[in-house]
């Protein structure tokens, strides 16, 4: 079986080279629909846009796009996987300035594009994996952006949204007869925002948009979700460590793809760490805990200590030591019988929201002017930064 994905690149080629065919001219917009036309809210969601850098995401023939640039100042990218849908919009709108059109697939697009101050799609996120898609939008917006999408929510027929993560397919019908197969991750609102939480955003709003047809059942919803200016972080629990756990490293792995996080299974994004075990030196844990936990191979002499620090928040005091892997081998993967996984490398100006807090401690310790969020911690740094073994 086609996996859905793939299905629907197929989808789209064929869509897109159908409307080339037709020589189909969609009228110009003087405003953004996220539902139905003339209803809902409009462009205004998006927020200020002259001069910020705008990703329109999944554009089609890149009508929203150009209407941002002409009408409101913002400076463009729009991106598509369709060639046709490319190439319709290039010979409608390749010479607009600040307007660039991106033949992409959207993921990989937002994982290699300069951070935008605001990303939007009108109805195409449904048409990805979300476990493949989000943390790459996620990452792609700046502190402080913001990312608005439609995804569908009832069927004409009267379909509604699935409570799992999986898709199911879909007929989509073209202009002048004929339609197409896709497949179409139609999720509730509820499970919608617990996907963006778990990938580190905020769901600020979400618009119901019901068409205006009696006899019609379709509907969308529309996502406003901003990304915080700071990053948050927040305790794992709220009860003090047991006595053999008192003690604990963070390891600070940061290369040319980033910075490494993992998810914890309750849902804080942390350093790879744990506690230092009876008989062992700090250098020694840090290499263990990565190996257990990532895979990654490191020596002692690798690891650069660089100080101790110590919290008091309602009663638990922890106490971690945060040190620097200057060299480690190996791809960072998830271990079996782990707590924490799903391992990724960040930029250090695309950090996730939820932070383990003494992750975020260790990270503003090693770097002071990292904008995040955390319960304050007494700081103690090794003179040589290689102190402490």
């Avoid at 197409?180 to 580190?200: A, K, N, R, S």
């Avoid at 793809?257 to 994004?269: F, I, K, P, Q, S």
Wanted: charged share 25%; aromatic share 6%; with cysteine.
């Amino acid at each position: 079986m086609t996996p859905p994905e793939d299905a629907n690149a197929e989808a789209w080629r064929a869509y897109g080279a159908h409307h080339l065919r037709r020589g189909t001219e969609p009228p110009e917009v003087a405003r953004i629909d996220w539902g139905f036309e003339g209803t809902g809210p409009g462009t205004e969601v998006l927020g200020e846009l002259a001069g910020r850098r705008v990703l329109d995401l999944g554009c089609g023939p890149a009508r929203h796009a150009a209407h941002l640039v002409r009408a409101h100042g913002a400076l463009v990218d729009a991106v598509d996987a369709s060639a046709g849908q490319y190439e319709r919009a290039r010979a409608r709108y390749g010479s607009l300035p600040g307007l660039r059109l991106v033949l992409a697939d959207a993921v990989e697009h937002l994982r290699t594009a300069e951070p935008y101050d605001v990303v939007y799609s009108l109805r195409a996120v449904p048409y990805l994996d979300p476990h493949r898609l989000l943390p790459a939008l996620a990452s792609a917006l700046r502190p402080g952006g913001r990312l608005c999408f439609t995804v569908l929510h009832t069927t004409s027929r009267g379909d509604g949204p699935s409570d799992r993560v999986t898709a199911r397919p879909e007929i989509l019908r073209m202009a002048g007869g004929g339609d197409i197969t896709v497949h179409m991750w139609v999720l509730t609102p509820d499970l919608w925002t617990e996907l963006l939480t778990e990938y580190g955003l905020r769901v600020e709003h979400v618009d119901v948009l019901d068409t205006p047809q009696a006899d019609d059942h379709a509907s969308y919803r529309l996502f406003q979700v901003p990304r915080p200016a700071r990053v948050s972080s927040r305790p794992r629990v709220d009860r003090p460590p047991p006595a053999h756990a008192a003690l604990g490293v963070g390891a600070i792995l940061y290369g040319p793809n980033g910075l490494l996080l993992g998810r914890h299974r309750r849902g804080t994004w942390e350093l790879p760490g744990g506690t230092v075990e009876p008989g062992e030196s700090l250098r020694e844990t840090v290499v263990r805990e990565l190996s257990e936990e990532t895979g990654l191979a490191a020596r002692p002499e690798d690891v650069r200590l660089l100080g101790t620090l110590l919290d008091d928040v309602g009663g638990v005091v922890r106490v971690t030591v945060a040190a620097r892997v200057t060299v480690w081998r190996g791809e960072p993967a998830d271990q079996p019988e782990e707590s924490v996984g799903r391992w990724r490398w960040f930029g250090l100006d695309r950090l996730p929201e939820q932070l383990f807090v003494c992750s975020a401690q260790a990270l503003t310790a090693w770097r002071p002017d990292l904008p995040i969020e955390h319960a304050p911690a007494h700081y103690t740094p090794y003179a040589t930064g290689t102190d402490g073994s």
